[in-house]
């Protein structure tokens, strides 16, 4: 069992930044698929970025250009760069694994809060 401790999420303004961090209780190198979901309050939940265990990458649309998703191994800790947040990036993010690129999510995190606001 595989146990996923976001932190970084916070308040910031829009134009700013924050890095999450997704800590892994055991080793990541065998695990294929790491991401970021986020949850806006009364919307469902979405997946914002994703990435294999060779480093590929997805993004959702709206971020693109935005966020990069990266996962050290050695750390056993993915992360996701926010730049250039908007406040429609507002909501808990939620870090993930699965088995395979479109697989339901294995394991879940516990979710940071992400507040984007002037």
């Known amino acids: 069992q595989v146990q996923l401790v976001e932190s970084g999420g916070g308040l910031v303004q829009p134009g700013g930044s924050l890095r999450l961090s997704c800590a892994a209780s055991?080793?990541?190198?065998?695990?294929?698929?790491m991401g970021w979901y986020r949850q806006a309050a009364g919307k469902q939940r979405e997946l914002v970025a994703r990435?294999?265990?060779?480093?590929?990458?997805n993004y959702k649309d709206a971020v693109k250009g935005r966020f990069t998703i990266s996962r050290d191994n050695a750390k056993n800790t993915m992360y996701l760069q926010m730049n250039s947040l908007k406040p429609e990036d507002t909501a808990v993010y939620y870090c993930y694994t699965a088995s395979r690129w479109f697989d339901s999510a294995d394991y879940w995190g516990q979710g940071t809060q992400v507040t984007v606001s002037s």
């Open positions: 055991g080793s990541i190198s065998s695990i294929n698929v």
């Open positions: 990435i294999g265990r060779i480093g590929t990458t």
